[in-house]
């Protein structure tokens, strides 16, 4: 099947510094969006990005569909304790109903 | 809103065991999956309904089934259960125009077979 390759798989930081994180693809995407998984919770849908270029806030996790439409990043700014989880990145093929093709993750863990 | 609901949170089986994982939503999605999740393997599909009456196989469909009941409810079930289907699963719906791919998950059930 399709895979997203996510990099890196896990990160140890300060708390204060700022977070990124990528998504690449031998395939062109429709859609990318970011899910963070806090433990024993189900993911939760950060930002979703629909066009190529695309750069998309939210508070302060940033997110960019990239121009080839085979990649994307999301960075965190000033991370807090509470950034503590799994951020997972997702890719649609085609609009629609096709399903979600999803990354291993990042796992991401902050020192205060 | 209870959103999406999974039931059982937590089962234990023994290998040859059979089971059904149930999942009901109740924000009117079209769509409906099921997903596993197991250490350093991130979510890989199951199956998945793309509208109430259709069922289709996702990644790694081998040795589960599902039903889509109504357009709130859609089960997994084992059959026989093997060790290898030791895991986190979640069923996650969307509303499959527009923003298809934002999936709205529940918060797993975590199946371990002895």
């Known amino acids: 099947g399709q895979q997203l390759n996510q990099s890196p798989q896990s990160m140890f930081i300060q708390e204060g510094e700022d977070v990124s994180m990528n998504c690449t693809s031998s395939?062109?995407?429709?859609?990318w969006l970011w899910y963070k998984q806090e433990p024993g919770e189900g993911p939760v849908l950060l930002i979703a990005?629909?066009?190529?270029?695309e750069l998309t806030s939210n508070g302060r996790l940033t997110a960019q569909f990239g121009i080839t439409r085979k990649d994307s990043f999301l960075n965190i700014s000033a991370s807090i304790p509470s950034d503590v989880g799994i951020y997972f990145c997702?890719?649609?093929?085609?609009?629609?109903?096709?399903?979600?093709?999803f990354g291993k993750g990042t796992r991401l863990s902050v020192i205060a | 809103n209870a959103g999406v609901t999974q039931t059982p949170k937590f089962q234990v089986l023994k290998t040859g065991q059979s089971m059904t994982l149930q999942c009901a939503q109740d924000?009117?999605?079209?769509?409906m999956y099921w997903y596993r999740q197991d250490p350093g393997m991130g979510l890989r599909l199951i199956y998945y309904?793309?509208?109430?009456?259709?069922?289709d196989k996702g990644e790694v469909p081998n040795g589960y089934n599902v039903s889509r009941l109504n357009k709130r409810e859609f089960s997994l079930r084992l059959e026989s259960a093997a060790p290898s289907q030791t895991s986190v699963y979640f069923c996650?719906?969307?509303?499959?125009?527009?923003?298809?791919?934002?999936?709205?998950f529940g918060e797993g059930s975590r199946l371990t077979v002895l």
């Open positions: 997702a890719g649609q093929l085609k609009p629609g109903n096709t399903p979600l093709v």
């Open positions: 395939s062109i995407f429709n859609t």
């Open positions: 990005l629909y066009k190529a270029g």
């Open positions: 924000m009117n999605h079209n769509s």
């Open positions: 309904s793309a509208s109430e009456g259709t069922t």
């Open positions: 996650a719906g969307s509303s499959g125009t527009g923003g298809a791919g934002e999936l709205f």
